[in-house]
C-alpha cells in the first residue's frame, strides 16, 4: 500500500525519550491542517485521534477515499468551524498512516520494525506531537480536543504542557484504563496473535497479513463502542437477506453481517502491528499513578478552561470516569465545565451526529475564544 | 429576571469567586458577573438548561447538588447561592450544611409558605396553595420541603448559623427580617433571602 503521496510529514530531528527508556530521532510525524493560522497564530486548535483514526479529520480521507473520522463536527461553519480555526491534526506514534510505527523500516537492520518497535505510551505521542506547534510557530494554542484515546492526548498534553493551550477538552474519555477496558484490547490483541499470519509481528517479512485475527479484534471493539439499546434498535433480531434462519454459520442476522463487514473493511486501512502498539499504549494510561494518585497534580500548573464531555450510553469510557476528571480539576478550583450527553449511540456519540454535542462543543469553543 | 437577583448582587462583593447551585438558564449568573464581575460557576441538573449556560458561555457543571457538591474542597467559594431551590431536596439540612462547608457565605432564598395569601388560600379553599412561586399542583411539584421565613430563622439558631443578612421581599420590596418582626414579615412577605454563615 503506497500511501506516502498524499502523506505531509514532519521529520522531528530532535531527539525523544520513551517512557520505555529508548531514545528515538529523525523519525517522521505525519499531518494534516484544515482551515488557515491567523495573523496572531492564536486560532490553533490541535485534535488528537482515537485509536484507529488517524490525521484526516476531515473533508475526503486521500488514502480511504471515505469521509473523515470527524466530518460531523469539523469543517466549514461545524462545531470545530474551519472558517475560524486553524485545526492541525496529527497521525500517533505507533500508528499506520505515515507517523513513525511499526510498518516502518528500521534503519539499523533495514528491515520492517514489527515487533521490534519500541513499546510508546500516550505521554510519548503527545511528546511527538508538540513539535507541530515549534514548526507552525505556535506559541499557544487555543484549544486541545479529542475523543476516546484523543480525550487521554488531550489530558496528558495539558499535565506536560499546561500553559500550551487555553480551552481544554477531553471527551468520552478516563484518566485510567478501567480493568474492563484493559481485558478488551487483550481479546483484540490475542485475535491478531491468534492469526497463523501474524508470525509474531514479522509479516511483513512473509508478504502476508494478519487479517482474520484483526477483522475479530476490530468485530470485538466495535461491539463496546455500541450501546445495546442501540444495537438493539438498528438490528434487533432482523435477518440478513433471507427469509428464514438457514441453519449454519452464515451470517443469518443483520447484526453479524454488519460486523463482519465492519471487520473486513477495516483490515483494508489499518496495520495488525499498530493495533497492538497502540491498544497497548492506552492500557499503560494512568495519569493517576504518574500523579502519586493525585490526579489534581496532573492540571496544578495550567490556568487552561477545561470542559468535560460523556455521553449516557457509553459504557467503554462511563459518565463517572469522566466525572473523576471534573472532580480532580475542581478539587484544585480550575475552571471547568461539564455536560453529559444523552445518547443511545454508545462510546461512537461524539463520532456521529448527536446534534446536542455538537452544539455544545461548538457553543464552548466559540465563546471560549472570545475570552481572550 | 428574578425580583431577588438584584439584592443578591448586592450582598455580593466585586471579584469574588462565586458558586451558583441549580443556576438554571444562568441569568443570575449573567447579571452578577456584569454587576459585580465575579468569577462565577454554576451546577444545574437539567440537561437543556446546561446547554443554555454553555451557549452564554457559562462556566457550568451538570451535576446534582444533592450529591455533586462533595467534589468542590471546604470554603473554596466567597459565596454559595441556592436561590428558591431548597425545597426541593430530599435533605435540605445536608445541603445546608455542603453550602456552608464549600462557601464563606451562603446566600440561601426561599418562597415564604407564611405568606398571607398561601394560609388564606388553604384556609378559605382547603386545598394545596398554587402561587406565582409555587405554581405546581401538589402531585407533580418538586417542592418537597417547603418552610416559611419563621422556620428558616428557627432552623438556623437551631443550627448555629449566623443569619448575617436576613432579608424579606413583599411585592418586590425589600425590608430587613428582625427579631421584633418576624412574625409580621412571615405574613406579608412572599419570599426571604438570607446571607448566612458559620
Keep these: ?372 | 429576571m428574578k425580583p431577588e437577583f438584584k439584592i443578591i448582587s448586592d450582598l455580593i462583593n466585586e471579584n469574588s469567586h462565586v458558586l451558583d447551585v441549580g443556576c438554571g438558564d444562568g441569568i443570575l449568573m449573567e447579571f452578577l458577573v456584569k454587576e459585580k464581575k465575579v468569577n462565577i460557576r454554576g451546577i444545574e441538573i437539567s440537561k437543556t438548561k446546561v446547554q443554555n449556560c454553555i451557549a452564554k458561555g457559562l462556566t457550568i457543571i451538570e451535576g446534582d447538588a444533592e450529591a455533586d457538591l462533595e467534589q468542590f474542597p471546604d470554603k473554596s467559594f466567597d459565596y454559595v447561592i441556592l436561590s428558591q431551590t431548597l425545597q426541593a431536596f430530599l435533605n435540605p439540612e445536608k445541603v445546608i450544611n455542603e453550602l456552608l462547608r464549600i462557601g464563606k457565605q451562603a446566600i440561601v432564598t426561599i418562597p415564604n409558605f407564611g405568606y398571607w395569601k398561601i394560609r388564606l388560600h388553604l384556609l378559605l379553599k382547603g386545598t394545596m396553595p398554587i402561587t406565582r412561586t409555587l405554581p405546581d399542583e401538589w402531585y407533580n411539584t418538586p417542592n418537597i420541603h417547603l418552610c416559611t421565613i419563621k422556620d428558616f430563622v428557627f432552623f438556623s439558631k437551631n443550627k448555629n448559623f449566623k443569619l448575617s443578612k436576613s432579608i424579606a421581599l413583599r411585592n418586590n420590596l425589600p425590608s430587613d427580617i428582625k427579631d421584633s418582626n418576624l412574625n409580621i414579615k412571615n405574613l406579608s412577605s412572599n419570599l426571604g433571602i438570607f446571607l448566612i454563615e458559620r
Aim: charge should be positive.
Design chain 1, 1 to 372: 500500500m503506497n500511501i506516502r503521496e498524499n502523506i505531509k510529514t514532519l521529520i522531528i530531528k530532535k531527539p525523544l525519550k520513551l517512557d520505555c527508556g529508548q531514545n528515538i530521532n529523525n523519525f517522521p510525524i505525519a499531518y494534516e491542517t484544515y482551515g488557515s493560522l491567523n495573523k496572531n497564530k492564536d486560532n490553533a486548535i490541535l485534535v488528537f485521534h482515537a485509536l484507529t483514526g488517524d490525521q484526516f479529520v476531515t473533508g475526503i480521507n486521500p488514502i480511504t477515499k471515505k469521509d473523515g473520522w470527524w466530518s460531523y463536527a469539523v469543517g466549514p461553519n461545524k462545531s470545530i468551524d474551519t472558517n475560524k480555526y486553524f485545526v492541525l491534526c496529527a497521525n500517533v506514534i505507533g500508528g499506520c498512516m505515515g507517523s513513525f510505527g511499526p510498518s516502518h523500516e528500521n534503519p539499523e537492520t533495514k528491515k520492517i520494525y514489527g515487533t521490534d518497535f519500541p513499546v510508546i505510551t500516550i505521554n510519548d505521542m503527545v511528546n511527538a506531537q508538540i513539535n507541530l506547534l515549534d514548526f507552525f510557530g505556535i506559541k499557544k494554542l487555543f484549544a486541545v480536543v479529542g475523543g476516546s484515546m484523543g480525550g487521554m492526548q488531550v489530558l496528558q498534553f495539558i499535565s506536560n504542557f499546561p500553559d500550551k493551550a487555553r480551552a481544554v477538552i477531553p471527551i468520552a474519555c478516563t484518566s485510567n484504563h478501567s480493568a474492563q477496558n484493559i481485558a478488551f484490547n487483550e481479546l483484540g490483541r490475542q485475535a491478531i496473535a491468534a492469526d497463523h499470519n501474524w508470525l509474531d509481528g514479522k509479516y511483513n517479512l512473509k508478504n502476508t497479513v494478519p487479517d482474520k485475527g484483526l477483522a475479530v479484534a476490530r468485530m470485538a471493539a466495535h461491539i463496546t463502542y455500541l450501546s445495546k439499546k442501540g444495537l438493539q434498535e438498528k438490528f434487533g433480531r432482523k435477518l440478513q437477506e433471507r427469509d428464514d434462519l438457514k441453519f449454519g454459520f452464515d451470517a443469518d442476522f443483520q447484526i453479524e453481517s454488519y460486523l463482519r463487514y465492519q471487520g473486513s473493511v477495516f483490515v483494508d486501512r489499518f496495520d495488525a502491528n499498530s493495533y497492538l502498539y497502540i491498544t497497548r499504549a492506552m492500557d499503560y494510561f494512568d495519569l493517576v499513578k504518574q500523579n502519586n494518585g493525585n490526579l489534581s497534580n496532573a492540571f496544578k500548573n495550567t490556568k487552561a478552561k477545561f470542559f468535560v464531555i460523556s455521553f449516557t450510553s457509553d459504557w467503554l469510557y462511563p459518565t463517572q470516569e469522566n466525572k473523576e476528571i471534573v472532580i480532580a480539576l475542581n478539587a484544585i478550583g480550575a475552571n471547568v465545565g461539564f455536560v453529559e450527553i444523552k445518547s443511545d449511540k454508545g462510546h461512537d456519540s461524539f463520532l456521529l451526529d448527536v446534534p446536542d454535542f455538537l452544539k455544545a462543543l461548538k457553543n464552548f469553543l466559540d465563546k471560549s475564544y472570545l475570552d481572550k
